[in-house]
Every structure is written in structure tokens, then in C-alpha cells.
């Protein structure tokens, strides 16, 4: 009658964890994939939402999740979500920041003048010229 013989179980799974390894490399060398760096609280970054097609929500990393590559993010329009770290692009600053009613980093417009007449070198002008001297003062630049 036949038996049927039980093989090296763990032999076997050696083997499958290897190929299995071996299977990730190659797919990872193929297609670049590549271990992003990770967020710190604080950073700030562009998320793109579920009805997005571009990076253009702004939100500020809160904590990491107990999810496996996952954020809390606080987004500039006052919502807080969770999103997979795909989804996140750090950004140096953001475009628009809340100075949380510290206009000091606002620079005053009023206390700098601008100076709004440029200064012109004085020319001679030829003796010859039948100029009159009201005409020469039309290109003058008032001050």
C-alpha cells in the first residue's frame, strides 16, 4: 500500500522565504522602489487628497500613526487626517503660513519708503540747441 512520505517541512519554507525574497528584489530593482524618508512633527508637507489629482493641500505633520507608514496631519483648512506617507511630499516652507498674530515676520510697508523717483546724472546740453528751457525740463523726473 502506499505512504505517502511528509517532506522537510521547514527545508521547504527556507526555500519559499528565500524565493520569496529573492521575488522582491527584483520587483523593487525593476520598478525603483525606494524606502521614503521619515516625517518629523513639525515638517511641513503637501498631501494629496482622495479627490485630488495634484499636491496642492498644504498640512502640518502632527505625529506618527500606529499604522505601518501612515501621519497625522493638520491640513491649512483645518482638517486632521491620516495619510499614508505616498501621499506626502515634505515642503521647505509653506506658501502660506499662520504667523499666529505675530506680524513681525511680516514685513511693514509704510515704515521703508520706496523710493519712487529714480535720480538721472546731469547732461550739458549743447549751446546750439533752440531748446527752450521748459522743453528740457518735460523729461526731467520730478522728485
Known sequence: MYEPKLSNYTAIKRADIKAKRGYKESFDKRNGAR??????????????????????????????????????????????????????????????????????QIPDINSEPTPNVVQVEDTDVPESSNASPDASDQNAIPE
Open 35 to 104: 524606502e521614503l524618508p521619515k516625517l518629523q512633527p513639525g515638517d511641513w508637507v503637501r498631501a494629496k487628497l482622495d479627490n485630488e489629482k495634484q499636491w496642492t493641500t498644504e498640512a502640518k505633520v502632527v505625529r506618527e500613526d500606529q499604522s505601518p507608514r501612515s501621519y497625522i496631519i493638520d491640513t491649512t483648512g483645518g482638517r486632521r487626517l491620516r495619510r499614508n506617507r505616498r501621499h506626502l511630499r515634505k515642503v521647505p516652507t509653506p506658501t502660506c503660513y499662520d504667523t499666529s498674530g505675530n506680524d513681525s
